[in-house]
């Protein structure tokens, strides 16, 4: 694997678009997958809770469903474990160790269960002395650590930020855990929460984060709840201007896990979700319970006409046009001069209300000028046709729920 400095000489010279990214060959598009946190936390009680406790028997359910229900093929690949994994001490020689109870196989035969069905597989650290929830932490120990899930197969790694002493070594700690996975050899996507903790202290620096980080969190976790997403894109949105130019190829901005699937969204919500992570070109990592989900939400998640504006091979992350009359409307540039266009109804009363789509609010680059196709991708597909250059769209958007359209 390539080291942290070639890869910030390689990217100067060639001079790539936005930011070169943490260049380990690793994320060229939004990393796809699956982590337990958000729908099942930190359940560690087996005998009360056997299915949904946080133990090797989840995760191998988990890894059969996203093989047999369609998932790999969607393009999810990466089965991740957040925190509460962990034994709460490390064994003799300083090495980590997962609670022997709960994972009696250890993380090594999980990793070679999950890569004999063609997944990948996500652990979870963090850079402090303990994770969040009061697990052994990787400080003073990243070069151990890192070595520890190379040796055992591990492709991603959440490095969370919770009791850090000091900025200094909250930076330091995230940058020489970077260096010391590429050491490794092996190739592990690195998936920061960097910013999350040190915006708290200063103004962060998203170019020295996307040299180091594949991925990063910027804002608090998220909830199974319309009030929670509506959070996080609205903080995505007041900073746009510092988050959307550090994402690219390689290095990508994390609004958090896709909730669909799960209690708190309506189906208009969950809509909403799926348009503006795509937009966003956000990781698309679902908390959910792949073993009991509903078929309209499955297939919201694996449409394959969205997912590809996530994926699109451009990679440039989308941002907000204007915000009026209680609508939103997003863009996200595509490969070869299309455009991907999202409009949000935030009003929360009354019925269907209409939304002007017009040419004049869209980007520039748009490649089309005589005949634009445009087609409706969410909530249903429809094919709109070919419009002239001028042309002004009336769009039908539902209280809370989102028309996304693509542009060719
Ligand atoms: C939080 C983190 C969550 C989850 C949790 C685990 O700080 O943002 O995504 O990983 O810790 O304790």
């Not at 959307?244 to 208009?268: K, Q, R």
């Not at 935030?346 to 980007?363: C, K, M, T, V, Y």
């Not at 748009?366 to 969410?378: G, I, M, R, S």
Request: net charge negative.
């Amino acid at each position: 694997m390539l080291g942290v400095w070639w890869a910030l000489a390689a990217g100067a010279l060639l001079c790539l678009p936005g930011a070169p990214g943490l260049n380990n060959g690793l994320a060229l598009s939004p990393p796809m997958g699956w982590l337990h946190w958000e729908r099942f936390m930190c359940e560690t009680d087996c005998e009360k809770n056997p299915s949904s406790c946080i133990s090797e028997q989840l995760f191998m359910q988990m890894a059969d469903m996203m093989v047999s229900n369609g998932w790999l093929k969607a393009g999810y690949k990466y089965l991740c474990i957040d925190d509460c994994w962990l034994a709460t001490e490390r064994d003799d020689n300083n090495r980590l160790q997962a609670d022997p109870t709960r994972f009696p196989g250890g993380i090594k035969k999980l990793a070679d269960y999950v890569h004999a069905r063609g997944l990948l597989l996500g652990i979870y650290q963090d850079v402090g002395k303990q994770t969040c929830a009061g697990y052994p932490g990787s400080l003073g120990f990243y070069e151990l650590d890192a070595q520890t899930f190379a040796d055992w197969g591990v492709d991603l790694l959440k490095f969370d930020g919770c009791n850090y002493e000091s900025l200094e070594q909250l930076e330091d700690g995230y940058r020489r855990m970077s260096i010391a996975l590429n050491h490794t050899g092996r190739h592990i996507l690195y998936s920061c929460e960097w910013p999350l903790y040190a915006r708290h202290l200063s103004k962060v620096n998203y170019t020295e984060v996307a040299e180091y980080c594949n991925s990063w969190r910027n804002f608090d976790d998220i909830q199974d709840s319309w009030t929670s997403l509506k959070y996080v894109i609205d903080f995505t949105a007041a900073f746009q201007d510092q988050l959307v130019p550090a994402a690219g190829p390689g290095a990508w901005n994390d609004p958090d896990m896709l909730v669909i699937g799960n209690f708190g969204l309506s189906w208009a919500q969950e809509v909403t979700q799926m348009a503006l992570w795509s937009i966003m070109a956000a990781p698309l990592l679902m908390s959910n319970d792949l073993r009991n989900i509903n078929p309209r939400s499955q297939a919201l998640l694996q449409n394959q006409e969205v997912i590809a504006i996530n994926q699109d091979s451009l990679g440039a992350q989308g941002y907000r046009v204007l915000k009026a009359n209680s609508f939103e409307l997003w863009e996200k540039p595509l490969a070869g001069g299309s455009l991907a266009v999202s409009v949000t109804n935030r009003q929360e009363i009354g019925g269907a209300r209409e939304f002007l789509l017009s040419r004049s609010d869209l980007w520039k680059g748009l490649a089309c000028k005589e005949k634009c196709y445009l087609t409706q991708l969410l909530p249903t597909r429809y094919e709109y046709g070919s419009f002239n250059a001028s042309f002004c769209l009336p769009l039908s958007v539902n209280p809370s729920s989102t028309v996304l359209v693509r542009v060719d």
